[in-house]
């Protein structure tokens, strides 16, 4: 009975703070001028982005935390879930970095995303040139165990 307590209480505070961030989004848009154009397209893009992956790995977090915790799961599906939840924490700790290294090259914006088989980097350029291009991948190859063939760049503004 206690251990359903705090499941709710987890629950509830995360969509609070799920609907606090959409408000909080909504007024920091509606402050930017319409004349803004692409910059207002493009800095919605990579702010929801954000949101909607740092809720959706709160989600994951917290499912995943819900099966280690469970009285009726068996070691193997526990430790599975408890790889998974070290697995996801790895990833975001690495895209955070890689994002941080992109951005001290000069870039304005961008994100990236881990999965098994590729990273995604999607930077805040109307197109991106070889050059530029060269040293994102070198980033990502130095930083991560992927190679280059692994890699996409995407620019978008």
Known sequence: MKTNKKKIIVLVSLVVLLVATGVLNYFL?????????NELSAVTFFTSYRQDREATRAEEI????????????????????QAK????????????????LIKARGFEDCVVTIS??????VVK???????????????IVTE??????????????
């Open 116 to 121: 098994t088989e590729n990273v995604n980097v």
């Open 125 to 139: 350029a109307a197109e991106i040139a070889v050059e530029d291009a060269a040293q994102i991948l070198n980033i």
């Open 62 to 81: 917290l499912y995943l935390d819900s099966v280690i915790a469970s009285d009726t799961a068996d070691e193997a599906t526990i430790a599975s879930a």
């Open 85 to 100: 939840k070290l697995s996801l924490c790895d990833n975001m700790e690495t895209e955070l970095i890689l994002e941080g």
């Open 29 to 37: 848009n509606a402050k930017l001028s319409p004349d803004d154009g």
């Open 144 to 157: 991560t165990t992927f190679t280059a063939p692994n890699v996409v760049i995407i620019p978008y503004a």
